[in-house]
């Protein structure tokens, strides 16, 4: 492919976005959150009581959906339906909910479809759960993310009692990330894996800056 993707798979809350905004900002690329997709379309669903069950509500819902990014600051910032929804989709009903939505074969055709044209001729770094395995098996450079489930448990907390989420315990939020790791590994439908060529970063130990330089060292030689 003529366009550099680099695509950052693993579990949930490991510090795949962090590294994807730092990676963009530093090379100048275009960052996509892909999770945030997957929480839009989970949030449009429960606001509109689609029926997981319905094949054909899901497919008239998904026809009904439009998302879009606006990038300030290689924040993910993303619209449905033209509102606003960043927050929204951060907050615990939409955590709890979309691992179920993004199990759904229809829901991930449509956004694997919409992920391949971003891609189609910038430079993105892209976070996920499957974008090294089925949205651009091709991407010049992979990483897959762990961390210890505790440690990630902690950090997400901090996050959202800083954000003033206060209606929440560590172990609701360790809870969930239990639910959505075991729920995306073993999901019928592209499920979270490792790409046989990603390059592994468990990053339970080490600084944001170390990830960085470790990255840029592998991106490095495709630049
Ligand atoms: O990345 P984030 O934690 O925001 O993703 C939320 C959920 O969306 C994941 O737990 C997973 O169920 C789903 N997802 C997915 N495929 C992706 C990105 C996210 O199935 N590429």
């Known amino acids: 492919r003529k366009n550099m993707v680099i695509a950052i798979d693993g579990y949930s809350s490991c510090g795949k976005s962090t590294l994807a905004k730092a990676l963009a900002k530093k090379l100048g690329f275009i960052y996509i959150d892909s999770g945030a997709m997957y929480r839009a379309i989970t949030l449009y669903f429960l606001r509109n009581h689609v029926d997981l069950e319905n094949h054909d509500a899901i497919i008239d819902a998904l026809q009904h959906i439009e998302l879009n990014f606006h990038s300030k600051d290689y924040e993910s910032h993303i619209t449905l339906n033209g509102e ?77 009692v800083a954000k003033g989420d206060q209606n929440i315990t560590l172990e609701e939020v360790f809870e969930n990330l239990a639910h959505r790791d075991y729920a995306d590994t073993t999901r019928e439908e592209s499920p979270l894996t490792r790409a046989e060529d990603a390059i592994i970063l468990d990053n339970t130990d080490i600084t944001e800056e170390e990830q ?7 991106v490095t030689p495709f630049l």
């Open 84 to 160: 606003e929804v960043s927050e929204e989709i951060r907050l615990m009903p939409v955590s709890e909910a979309v691992s179920p939505v993004s199990a759904i074969k229809e829901v991930r055709q449509e956004m694997v479809k919409q992920q391949q044209r971003m891609g189609k001729s910038k430079n993105i770094v892209m976070d996920g759960r499957d974008i090294g395995t089925a949205v651009f098996p091709d991407a010049q450079v992979k990483f897959f993310m762990t961390a210890d489930p505790k440690i990630r448990a902690e950090r997400r907390y901090k996050e959202m």
């Open 212 to 218: 960085l330089n470790f990255a840029l060292e592998k």
